[in-house]
C-alpha cells in the first residue's frame, strides 16, 4: 500500500496532522539483520553477513555511506595507522595507496569495499526508535524521512551507529556571547578559512593537535587549551609505525615493560613535553588506551611547531568565553577572533535504542571488549570497541558467524 502525501500544513491541525503521518506508516518486514549505520561499521558487517550467505538492510539517516569522513572531517586527515590496520574483512587496501591513505583515498577504499559486497544502504532512513516487541519475537525499527513514516521488523539488530556519531558541544559559560565564529571540528575543513587569525582551539587529542599544525600553515595564530593530561608519541620509531611496533613487542613482552619503551623512545625523539606545558599522564599509552579509550596523540608536525612558538599552549581551563576573546583559570584574558572545539564525539544510542540495558547512559556496551558485541534477543554492536577498525573488523566477524548459524537453523526449520 502507498504512503500518501503529507497534509498541508497548518498550525491549528497538528494533532490531526500528526495522526494522519502516523496512519501513513508503511511495515517493512526484513529477512535479515537490520543494520542501522552505513559507515566502516555497518559496512564491514553487512559485508561479513553476504560471504556467509545472509542479506541485510543497513539505514543510513544521511544521504551517502561513510558520513563522517565524507561529510565532517577536515581536508588534511590521513589515517593515523598504517594501512595493513585499517582494512576491512575481505578487502584489502589497493597496492598503490600510501602507508597512511589520504581520507579521499580511505572514502574510495570504501565506496569500492560497498560495491564488491552489493551492499545498498537504504539513505535518509533516520532510526527515531528501536524495540524489541516480546509478543512477536522481533525487533522494530521506526525511521523517518521528509515524506514516510517507516517501520522495519526482524529477528536482529545490529547498532553500527558507532562511538563517534554526535560531536561533544561542550558547556562553557558565555560562549554564546561570542562575536566571531564558533565551530566544531565536525565543520571544519581548512586552515584557508582562518588565515592571520588567532584562533582558541579547545580540545588537545589527534584533532586538535592536528587543526592547530593546519591553522599554523595558512598563518594563524592558534592557542591550544591542553588542560588534561595527554601522551604524544612519534608516529613512527626507527622507521616503523609506533602502533606496528607497540603490537610486535606485546606479542612477547608485558604491557608495563612496553609502555616504558614507548615512552622513553618518545622523550629520546620528542623532548619532554612538560616543559611545553604538556604534562603526561601517570598512566601509560596503551594501557590509558586499554582503561579508557583515550588515544595518545600521534605526532605529525604540530608539535616542533610548538617548540617553535607558533602553536601556543594555554595550560589552564577556560573560565569563561567573552564577546572578544576567552578568560582561563589563571587569571588570564585574551583576545581571539575564532574558536574552534575540538571536544570529540559522542555515541547516540540512547537517544533512539529502547528497552534495552545492553548500552551505558553514554551509549557504549556494558561488557568491555572482547565481549561487547552480542547483547540479548537478537541485538548486536559493532564499532564500540576503542580499538578503532581492527575492533570493528573482530566485531564485524563474530556477528556474522553468530547469525550465520542461527540463519542456517531457522532455514533448515522453515525450508
Given at each position: 500500500m502507498g504512503t500518501p502525501p503529507p497534509p498541508p500544513?497548518?498550525?491549528?491541525?497538528?494533532?490531526?496532522?500528526?495522526?494522519?503521518?502516523?496512519?501513513?506508516?508503511?511495515?517493512?518486514?526484513?529477512?535479515?539483520?537490520?543494520?542501522?549505520?552505513?559507515?566502516?561499521s555497518g559496512l564491514a558487517t553487512a559485508a561479513c553477513l553476504h560471504q556467509n550467505g545472509v542479506g541485510s538492510v543497513i539505514l543510513e539517516r544521511s544521504d551517502c555511506i561513510a558520513s563522517l569522513w565524507q561529510n565532517r572531517t577536515y581536508d588534511r586527515l590521513k589515517l593515523h595507522l598504517p594501512r595493513q590496520f585499517c582494512e576491512l574483512p575481505y578487502m584489502n587496501f589497493p597496492d598503490h595507496f600510501p602507508k597512511y591513505p589520504t581520507k579521499h583515498q580511505f572514502i574510495s577504499y570504501m565506496e569500492s569495499y560497498a560495491d564488491r559486497f552489493s551492499i545498498h544502504p537504504k539513505f535518509r532512513q533516520s532510526v527515531t526508535a528501536a524495540e524489541y516487541d516480546d509478543a512477536a519475537g522481533l525487533w522494530r525499527v521506526d525511521t523517518h524521512t521528509q515524506e514516510d513514516l517507516v517501520q522495519y521488523c526482524s529477528r536482529w539488530l545490529i547498532v553500527a551507529t558507532g562511538e563517534n556519531a554526535e560531536p561533544v558541544m561542550p558547556d562553557i559559560q558565555g560562549i554564546e556571547k561570542f562575536k566571531g565564529p564558533v565551530l566544531h571540528t565536525n565543520v571544519y575543513r581548512s586552515g584557508s578559512e582562518f588565515a592571520k587569525q588567532r584562533v582558541l582551539v579547545i580540545g588537545c587529542g589527534n584533532s586538535g593537535m592536528e587543526v592547530s599544525l593546519d591553522l599554523c600553515r595558512y598563518n594563524a595564530s592558534p592557542h591550544i587549551v591542553v588542560r588534561n593530561s595527554v601522551h604524544i608519541l612519534p608516529r613512527e620509531m626507527f622507521g616503523i609505525s609506533t602502533f606496528s611496533l607497540a603490537m610486535m613487542l606485546l606479542k612477547w613482552l608485558p604491557l608495563n615493560l612496553v609502555d616504558k619503551f614507548l615512552l622513553t623512545v618518545a622523550n629520546f625523539n620528542l623532548g619532554k613535553t612538560e616543559g611545553l606545558g604538556i604534562r603526561r599522564?601517570?598512566?601509560?599509552?596503551?594501557?590509558?588506551?586499554?582503561?579508557?579509550?583515550k588515544s595518545p596523540v600521534l605526532d605529525v608536525g604540530a608539535l616542533s611547531q610548538i617548540k617553535a612558538g607558533k602553536i601556543k599552549v594555554v595550560e589552564a581551563g577556560v573560565k569563561e568565553?567573552?564577546?572578544?576573546?576567552a578568560k582561563f583559570m589563571d587569571g588570564q584574558e585574551k583576545e581571539f577572533d575564532s574558536i574552534i572545539l575540538a571536544t570529540g564525539y559522542k555515541s547516540?544510542?540512547?537517544t533512539w535504542l529502547k528497552g534495552s540495558d545492553f548500552f551505558t547512559k553514554d551509549g557504549m556496551p556494558k561488557s568491555p571488549f572482547p565481549n561487547g558485541w552480542k547483547g540479548e534477543k537478537g541485538l548486536y554492536a559493532v564499532g564500540f570497541t576503542r580499538r578503532g577498525l581492527l575492533g570493528t573488523s573482530a566485531d564485524a566477524v563474530n556477528i556474522a558467524r553468530d547469525i550465520s548459524q542461527q540463519w542456517t537453523m531457522i532455514n533448515k526449520r522453515f525450508p
Open positions: 500544513h497548518d498550525n491549528n491541525n497538528n494533532n490531526n496532522n500528526n495522526k494522519k503521518r502516523e496512519q501513513s506508516r508503511n511495515c517493512v518486514f526484513v529477512h535479515g539483520p537490520i543494520i542501522v549505520g552505513a559507515g566502516p599522564p601517570k598512566t601509560g599509552p596503551i594501557e590509558l588506551k586499554n582503561a579508557t579509550g568565553i567573552t564577546k572578544n576573546g547516540n544510542v540512547p
